[in-house]
């Protein structure tokens, strides 16, 4: 089983509107100083996993997303379109995984402007996987 | 011609309303200590809430419709005391507004300090926290780690005042 921030990775490649690529403009785990304009996933403290009367892994993790932009409305707008591409999802399986549902907690919403006047956003993501 | 008239009808509904109060305060009551448990959780299970002069922290406040519970008048220091106190009146009251407009007993809880949800998204591992075991999503770690102890929160003080109803008194 992949860590989410994995699967969210190959989820959002596969929407190519979002022309996202993995190391290119899409990182897991640490912001990087270049490009300038990209997108990163972190991976979050979830809810308590269940216990199972068959002891099925069933897990409900987070995830963070931050999109860095240097244009407020640019990075807004991928930020939201990010947010319709994820929440909702339901009962899809990524690398042997189940998702059952992802949903947007809170977000998008303007983190701050870093100091390169960088405009960040952040999305939460709920998750229930197994 | 013979008819059936039931009586006492009133003192049943007078009764029933009058356990419906009990049940509605006794989950109140239930709901601020799940709220007092969040809060004493942000102290003692990571990540802790960030500490650099304290503000952050004495800026929580737990808001019902009967009154503040916690966070009353709190402390601020340094140059911004004055801006974060103000804020901090303003966000009790709106926290009361939003507590009164709801039928069902409600908790409002949270934090004041205008940079409160900067600290709690800026998950960026290069962050340096003075405190140790501090870090992002304080809150919302607590708040998700008590979600299995909810339930039993409320529903302890609902049989408690159950019991202490039968003795005849009061929570």
Known sequence: MNIPSEDVRD?????????LIFANNLFIGKEPTSPRDCVTIYDMVGYPSPLT????????????????????????????NIMLSLHGRAGETWNGTLYTVIYCSSGPALLDWDDNKNARFFINFEIQRR | MAGIR????????????????????ASLSGLIKYAVNVRRDMDKSPPLIPVDLGNLRSSFY???????????????????????SGDHAAAIA????????????TVVMGFSAN?????????????????????????????????????????????ASEYLASKGKKL
């Open chain 1, 11 to 19: 989820m959002l490649e596969a929407e190519s509107s979002l022309g």
């Open chain 1, 53 to 80: 009367l068959d002891n099925q892994l069933y897990q409900k993790p987070s995830v963070q997303i931050r999109v860095r932009n240097e244009k407020y409305l640019t990075g807004m707008e991928l930020a939201q």
């Open chain 2, 6 to 25: 039931i009586q006492g009808m009133t003192q049943v509904l007078m009764n029933l309303n009058r356990e419906l109060d009990r049940i509605k305060y």
């Open chain 2, 62 to 84: 737990i808001v019902t419709k009967l009154g503040v519970k916690q966070g009353g008048q709190p402390r601020f220091r340094g140059d911004n005391s004055a801006e974060l």
């Open chain 2, 94 to 105: 709106e926290a009361q507004g939003i507590a009164r407009g709801i039928y069902n007993p």
């Open chain 2, 115 to 159: 940079y409160a949800l900067w600290v709690h998204e800026n998950v960026d591992p290069d962050t340096i926290w003075s405190r140790p075991g501090s870090g992002p999503k304080f809150f919302e770690t607590a708040l998700k780690n008590n979600v299995p102890n909810f339930i039993g929160t409320v529903g302890a003080e609902i049989i």
